[in-house]
């Protein structure tokens, strides 16, 4: 199985991003998606999780502007990020657990500045 994220780029503050990850060749449905973000110097920290049954959890930092939600296609994820800050700047990972394993992506980068 492998990961692909996408869908990063340079912002500028107060505008918005929407990230995708895509699996593929499972057969199996994702039982949690989630969102990491690492910025240079900073240990890897979670953005948002989603839970199959649609338990969602996010970062203090990015409440209220951050929505992550599962995409129309089988085990896809997607993160819309609006009102973006300079400190949302950082590579951005999706993870997924299928059954009994956990898969990471590529990361893509964020960059938010004027």
């Known amino acids: 199985v492998q990961l692909q994220a996408s869908g990063g780029g340079l912002v500028q503050p107060g505008g918005s991003l929407r990230l995708s990850c895509a699996a593929s060749?499972?057969?199996?449905?994702?039982?949690?998606m989630a969102w990491y973000r690492q910025a240079p110097g900073n240990e890897r920290e979670l953005v948002a999780k989603?839970?199959?049954?649609?338990?969602?959890n996010y970062a203090d930092s990015v409440k209220g502007r951050f929505n992550i939600a599962r995409g129309n296609a089988k085990n896809t994820v997607i993160l819309q990020m609006n009102s973006l800050k300079p400190e949302d700047t950082a590579v951005y990972h999706c993870?997924?657990?299928?059954?009994?394993?956990?898969?990471w992506g590529q990361g893509t980068l964020v960059t938010v500045s004027s």
């Open positions: 993870w997924m657990r299928l059954g009994t394993l956990s898969y």
């Open positions: 060749k499972s057969s199996i449905n994702a039982a949690v």
């Open positions: 989603i839970i199959l049954g649609g338990n969602i």
